[in-house]
């Protein structure tokens, strides 16, 4: 995508906020209703926002870049700060293997499964998306292939419903390296994603819509009443462990909240504090499990089993904030020392590519 679309930053903030918010409890009704999606929700803005038209080492190129360098560099940062931890302060660490060569040959893997990771759990979302990304990449150089294309993409997601389903039920014991077999389950996302954006989602303008204002907030609340109880009625959702509970209602849900939080991210249209921290998700993404371990460690550990009443929810709220603050201060500080490592061109490249373009 050449030009940032304001609302899709914003959905991204969104999206990061309930990915930081569910890492907060333990159980509960909120992380159950925050599970049902959060992880989807990003998946399916990334095929809003794929581009099928790049050839391959160029599409690889960026993706090296931008997905696996950071999980490489925050892997080893993480697992290194895990194992001087874990010496210093062994209750912090007690039950969990510190040792860096174990570690590194998980983060090689690429695995999360059963309970590995430990040093940095939410990293493995990036070779996730990773392998996504190349399994859409494949899907949609095909699809330019072929008439009908709808038609064919429809076909693919149902295929790969299926083999997820039956991944799920049958080899769920089964770990794929670079979480492939999650990644099935994500493509399904990512390519409705790419279908959304097909039908001009991305110039889509308030005042351009056909649907009266006052019917879209209507539908818009409706769908965030069926989502938040049909999320009551599955099982708590993992992707990363493949835990999906009833098929069918799990996709249905999770589909019916992104929905809403889509929608919600139109409205609000342009902000400037919600689209900088849509620009920058990544940087919370890696970053924040570390605020989260000290804030909640000092504040009691049981106060936030569930944060199912309204003072652990506003409680909680604030934590997340904080911790988003707190990894964007990180941010700009990595932005401005070492920015390759976020998958972003020091601004000495950007101006020495400028100048090439324009002369």
């Not at 959905?11 to 918010?21: K, N, S």
């Not at 931890?85 to 860096?100: E, F, L, Q, V, Y």
């Not at 999906?244 to 019916?256: E, M, P, Q, R, T």
């Given at each position: 995508?050449?030009?940032?679309?304001?609302?899709?930053?914003?959905?991204?903030?969104?999206?990061?906020?309930?990915?930081?918010?569910?890492?907060?409890?333990?159980?509960?009704?909120?992380?159950?209703?925050?599970?049902?999606?959060?992880?989807?929700?990003?998946?399916?803005?990334?095929?809003?926002?794929?581009n099928g038209h790049e050839d391959f080492k160029r599409f690889v190129e960026?993706?090296?870049?931008?997905?696996?360098?950071?999980?490489?560099?925050?892997?080893?940062?993480?697992?290194?700060?895990?194992?001087?931890?874990?010496?210093?302060?062994?209750?912090?660490?007690?039950?969990?293997?510190?040792?860096?060569?174990?570690?590194?040959?998980?983060?090689?893997?690429?695995?999360?499964?059963?309970?590995?990771?430990?040093?940095?759990?939410?990293?493995?979302?990036?070779?996730?998306?990773?392998?996504?990304?190349?399994?859409?990449?494949?899907?949609?150089?095909?699809?330019?292939?072929?008439?009908?294309?709808?038609?064919?993409?429809?076909?693919?997601?149902?295929?790969?419903?299926?083999?997820?389903?039956?991944?799920?039920?049958?080899?769920?014991?089964?770990?794929?390296?670079?979480?492939?077999?999650?990644?099935?389950?994500?493509?399904?996302?990512?390519?409705?994603?790419?279908?959304?954006?097909?039908?001009?989602?991305?110039?889509?303008?308030?005042?351009?819509?056909?649907?009266?204002?006052?019917?879209?907030?209507?539908?818009?609340?409706?769908?965030?009443?069926?989502?938040?109880?049909?999320?009551?009625?599955?099982?708590?959702?993992?992707?990363?462990?493949?835990?999906?509970?009833?098929?069918?209602?799990?996709?249905?849900?999770?589909?019916?909240?992104?929905?809403?939080?889509?929608?919600?991210?139109?409205?609000?249209?342009?902000?400037k504090v919600l689209e900088y921290v849509g620009k920058n998700t990544l940087?919370?993404?890696?970053?924040?499990?570390?605020?989260?371990?000290?804030?909640?460690?000092?504040?009691?550990?049981?106060?936030?089993?569930?944060?199912?009443?309204?003072?652990?929810?506003?409680?909680?709220?604030?934590?997340?904030?904080?911790?988003?603050?707190?990894?964007?201060?990180?941010?700009?500080?990595?932005?401005?020392?070492?920015?390759?490592?976020?998958?972003?061109?020091?601004?000495?490249?950007?101006?020495?590519?400028?100048?090439?373009?324009?002369?």
């Open positions: 995508m050449k030009k940032r679309v304001a609302w899709i930053d914003i959905a991204r903030a969104i999206g990061i906020f309930f990915i930081v918010l569910g890492h907060i409890p333990e159980d509960g009704l909120v992380r159950k209703y925050i599970f049902s999606f959060h992880v989807p929700f990003f998946f399916l803005i990334s095929g809003i926002c794929f960026k993706k090296v870049k931008t997905i696996v360098v950071p999980y490489f560099v925050f892997s080893i940062m993480s697992i290194m700060i895990f194992a001087i931890a874990g010496h210093i302060i062994p209750s912090i660490t007690k039950g969990i293997n510190t040792d860096i060569l174990f570690n590194i040959r998980v983060m090689l893997y690429g695995n999360s499964k059963p309970s590995l990771m430990k040093y940095n759990l939410p990293l493995w979302f990036l070779p996730c998306l990773f392998s996504t990304s190349v399994i859409v990449y494949g899907i949609e150089r095909f699809l330019q292939k072929v008439q009908y294309k709808n038609i064919f993409r429809g076909l693919c997601i149902a295929v790969l419903i299926l083999i997820g389903g039956f991944y799920t039920k049958y080899m769920s014991h089964i770990y794929l390296p670079w979480h492939i077999e999650t990644a099935i389950q994500m493509a399904v996302f990512y390519l409705l994603g790419v279908q959304v954006q097909e039908n001009g989602i991305l110039n889509y303008s308030e005042q351009e819509g056909n649907t009266p204002r006052v019917v879209s907030v209507l539908l818009t609340g409706a769908f965030l009443l069926m989502g938040i109880y049909g999320s009551q009625l599955n099982h708590i959702v993992g992707v990363r462990n493949d835990s999906y509970g009833n098929f069918l209602l799990y996709y249905a849900v999770s589909l019916c909240n992104c929905f809403v939080w889509i929608r919600i991210a139109m409205y609000i249209k342009h902000n940087s919370i993404l890696v970053l924040h499990k570390f605020p989260i371990m000290l804030v909640t460690t000092v504040l009691g550990n049981s106060r936030f089993v569930t944060i199912d009443n309204l003072i652990s929810f506003i409680a909680a709220c604030m934590i997340a904030i904080i911790t988003m603050g707190l990894c964007l201060i990180g941010n700009f500080v990595i932005s401005y020392c070492c920015p390759v490592i976020i998958g972003k061109q020091s601004k000495v490249r950007k101006r020495i590519r400028h100048e090439n373009k324009n002369s």
